[in-house]
């Protein structure tokens, strides 16, 4: 079997690359759909984040918990690909190794042992079906 590896600089270049675009466009989406409920709905959403009586605290806290989200989804997103290849590895959770590129500021989950191509191809859409799965779940509690 041939081992296959992506220099994990390339790896952020191609993610800032595809996702980007992919974030603009939904951004825009958003703009033309919801713009005139937004802009009309603006001071309800002003005071919605207003937590404290100090301005400086207010917009310290609307920067600091989106970042805190983003990064313990990012966490998330790597245990998820753990688990998948835990499954699918011969030693289970031995073969996975958890770990973080100080330099790309990069957290990863690795498998130590080679998996078959379509089994790697599962653990790398793992993240994604989890979510979806669960935002359907989601939704089908909602509806009822």
């Given at each position: 079997m041939k081992e296959i590896s992506i220099d994990s600089k390339k790896v952020q270049i191609l993610g800032m690359l595809i996702s980007v675009p992919i974030v603009l466009l939904f951004l825009f989406v958003f703009y033309l759909t919801w713009n005139?409920?937004?802009a009309a709905n603006m001071?309800?959403?002003?005071?919605t984040l207003q937590f404290f009586d100090n301005k400086k605290?207010?917009?310290?806290?609307?920067?600091?918990?989106?970042?805190?989200?983003?990064?313990?989804?990012?966490?998330?997103?790597?245990?998820?690909?753990?688990?998948?290849?835990?499954?699918?590895?011969?030693?289970?959770?031995?073969?996975?190794?958890?770990?973080?590129?100080?330099?790309?500021?990069?957290?990863?989950?690795?498998?130590?042992e080679p998996l078959e191509s379509k089994k790697m191809l599962v653990v790398a859409l793992a993240p994604f079906l989890f979510w979806d799965y669960c935002l359907q779940s989601?939704?089908?509690f909602i509806i009822i």
């Open positions: 005139e409920i937004f001071k309800v959403v002003k005071q605290l207010n917009v310290l806290l609307i920067l600091l918990v989106p970042n805190l989200i983003i990064c313990v989804g990012i966490l998330v997103h790597e245990i998820i690909h753990g688990i998948f290849m835990a499954l699918f590895s011969k030693k289970g959770w031995q073969s996975v190794k958890f770990g973080f590129i100080k330099k790309y500021v990069m957290p990863f989950a690795n498998c130590i989601m939704d089908f």
